[in-house]
């Protein structure tokens, strides 16, 4: 009798990406080599990527999309602040600008809420980030799943976003 042979192994050159496969093609077509870390727990909102992650809640990006009279636009914000819809609405000269439906950010990103990257979308959309993300050296955004997260410099991520900075957070209180 002989003895089966060892199944084929991945070569160490290659490694496993636990990143949404829309995103991981996003990456690739982008040339960026990240580090996508999965998480066991849900990494679904700012708070809860942050505390998996052992980083500030700033360094966290929340990808949001609004709708600006209709259209969908995605805003990039840190986690630790909220988005000022009349600032968006001034940015962009809309009429009016309200946030968008699970459905809609779907349609818009290919992604479920919890999970939308700042890029690697479905569709061409507009994107804002505010300034305030580029105040950290690195910063993580969702990688395309609720349990996957990534770090970039900030102004790589703006770039690779096609983002335009600007002031678009709620004052603190």
Same mark, same amino acid.
């Given at each position: 009798m002989s003895t089966p042979e060892p199944p084929e192994s991945t070569p160490a050159a290659a490694p496993?990406?636990?990143?949404?496969p829309r995103f991981a093609e996003a990456l690739a077509e982008l040339g960026l080599q990240v580090e996508v870390r999965r998480f066991p727990d849900a990494t679904r909102t700012a708070v809860e990527a942050a505390? #998996?992650?052992?980083c500030e809640l700033s360094e966290i990006v929340?990808?949001?999309v609004f709708t600006a009279d209709g259209v969908p636009v995605l805003v990039l914000?840190?986690?630790?602040?909220?988005?000022?819809v009349e600032l968006v609405r001034r940015?962009?000269?809309a009429r009016k600008v309200k946030r968008a439906d699970a459905d809609l950010v779907r349609e818009t990103t290919g992604y479920a809420i919890g999970g939308v990257p700042p890029f690697g979308h #479905?569709?061409?959309?507009r994107v804002l980030a505010d300034r305030r993300l580029l105040d950290h050296a690195v910063?993580?955004?969702a990688a395309?799943?609720?349990h996957t997260v990534f770090p970039l410099d900030p102004k790589t991520l703006i770039a690779h976003a096609g983002a335009t900075v600007a002031d678009v957070r709620e004052p603190a209180k």
């Open positions: 496993v990406s636990h990143a949404h505390a #998996a992650v052992g929340k990808s949001l914000m840190d986690g630790s602040s909220r988005v000022d940015e962009l000269g #479905a569709t061409k959309t910063v993580w955004a395309g799943t609720p």
